[in-house]
C-alpha cells in the first residue's frame, strides 16, 4: 500500500507565506507525476500545480507567480511554497501522486489552509 501524508497547512494573514509537504511512503518503485489540488467550502477541487519527475511544472492562473512546487526524488516528497496568500487561498490542500504503474492517482488526506484578511 502506498500513502501520501499531507502537512504544514495552518492559519496565516494575508500576505503571509507556508510551506506544504507530502510525503509518500510503501511499496514505491516509481513516483512520477505529483500534484497539489484545493478545495474551498461549496466549491469543486481545483488543480493548484503540478510536477512531473523530471521537473516540468504547471500553475493555475490564480496561483502563478505566487505559488512554487518542487519535488525531493529521494525522499519521495513533493513540496508547496506559497507565498503573498489571500483569503480567497483558503481551503483544504490535497496531493496526489501517480505511483508505479498506476493509472489512477493516489490522494492524501488533505491539510487545512486558513488566510485571514
Known amino acids: 500500500q502506498v500513502q501520501l501524508v499531507e502537512s504544514g497547512g495552518g492559519l496565516v494573514q494575508a500576505g503571509g507565506s507556508l510551506r506544504l509537504s507530502c510525503a509518500a511512503s510503501?511499496?514505491?518503485?516509481?513516483?512520477?507525476?505529483m500534484g497539489w489540488y484545493r478545495q474551498a467550502p461549496g466549491k469543486q477541487r481545483e488543480l493548484v500545480a503540478t510536477?512531473?519527475?523530471?521537473?516540468?511544472?504547471t500553475y493555475a492562473i490564480s496561483v502563478k507567480g505566487r505559488f512554487t512546487i518542487s519535488r525531493d526524488n529521494a525522499k519521495n516528497t513533493v513540496y508547496l511554497q506559497m507565498n503573498s496568500l489571500k483569503p480567497e487561498d483558503t481551503a483544504v490542500y490535497y496531493c496526489?501522486?501517480?505511483?508505479?504503474?498506476?493509472?489512477?492517482?493516489?490522494w492524501g488526506q488533505g491539510t487545512q489552509v486558513t488566510v485571514s484578511s
Open positions: 496526489n501522486a501517480y505511483v508505479n504503474t498506476d493509472y489512477v492517482p493516489k
Open positions: 510503501g511499496s514505491i518503485f516509481s513516483l512520477n507525476a
Open positions: 510536477i512531473t519527475r523530471g521537473g516540468s511544472t
